[in-house]
């Protein structure tokens, strides 16, 4: 905005020249924008921060004033002070001063998470009168967080289990062992068989398993076949694969074995309590056999 005279001068007696002056202003009705370049911005956890650009992006130039924007953060998806740093910084673009970077801060959780957000946002603070000519847009962006550090490793929680056949069921626990989950993580189970097999021996099982924050830990109840037969201890084992998402997930142990030991008792004995013989027979005929089970 700017000012000037004008006058009038002349000699037209007995013409006055009243009033011979006057001012002009003329007023700067060009509008000013200003925005975020670009909107979308995307930050692993483990660069530790991400910087959102504000420009002066078309119409009019700032000349002898100044335009005072506030940046400053909100939450999404992703929280401030859990997931980044709350930032609200003044910015004043001039003539000499077109582009505004800010940083925030990104913080590590410790989680395993899925991708979050979160929004910054401009507020237009003061423009040395001319408010009305400056427009902020785009005036929101939004900056999402990819998790490239938390992995969690999810496994068997022994290697070796012994259960009796009598028993009814083979307890086996899967969980988390490593790092802490804030989103779900499916696993494939299945048995294996040994030189116990399925059905006569226990139920082949093939399930998914579903891990989330509020379930670290996994049982899995496989049943036992009691065959009623007496015979040596036997083994099979089940193992772990197929992660969605495979992402930053580790299986170990994957694989463990389990050992069926045998209840059933045999009873060996004479078929008799008691033999009569006469002395010239010259032998015994005894009777030994499996007397139950």
């Known amino acids: 905005t700017f ?20 001012m002009v202003t003329i007023m700067d009705n060009n509008t000013l924008t200003i925005g975020f370049d670009p909107i979308q911005y995307t930050v692993n956890v483990s660069d530790g921060y991400v910087t959102f650009n504000m420009s002066i992006l078309g119409g009019a130039t700032i000349k002898g004033a100044s335009v005072e924007v506030m940046f400053s953060t909100k939450d999404g998806t992703a929280l401030a002070g859990q997931d980044y740093i709350q930032t609200s910084q003044l910015l004043t673009f001039n003539q000499s001063t077109t582009n505004i970077p800010v940083s925030v801060g990104i913080i590590n959780n410790g989680y395993y ?11 237009l603070q003061s423009a040395a009168g001319y408010e009305q000519f400056v427009t902020l847009s785009p005036a929101m962006a939004t900056a999402t967080i990819i998790d490239d550090i938390n992995g969690v490793t999810i496994g068997f929680g022994q290697t070796g289990y012994s259960f009796f056949e009598n028993q009814r069921y083979a307890h086996v626990t899967v969980s988390v062992l490593q790092g802490q989950l804030k989103k779900s993580v499916v696993i494939q189970f299945r048995t294996i068989r040994g030189s116990a ?10 399930i998914i398993l579903v891990f989330n924050a509020s379930t670290p830990n996994i049982t899995v109840d496989i049943p036992l076949e009691d065959d009623g037969l007496a015979e040596d201890d036997e083994s099979f084992s089940a193992e772990l694969l197929a992660v969605t998402p495979s992402g930053l997930v580790t299986i170990a142990p994957a694989t463990t074995g389990i050992t069926i030991i045998d209840t059933n008792s045999v009873t060996i ?10 002395k010239h027979q010259g032998s015994i005929p005894l009777k030994i056999q499996v007397l139950r089970g």
């Open 3 to 22: 000012s000037y005279s004008l006058t009038l001068i002349g000699e037209l007696t007995p013409v006055m020249l009243s009033p011979n002056v006057t």
């Open 113 to 123: 998470e899925d991708d979050i957000i979160f929004q910054a946002k401009l507020t």
């Open 269 to 278: 004995g004479f078929g008799k309590q008691s033999y009569q013989v006469s």
């Open 197 to 206: 097999v399925g059905p006569g021996d226990y139920a082949e099982t093939d």
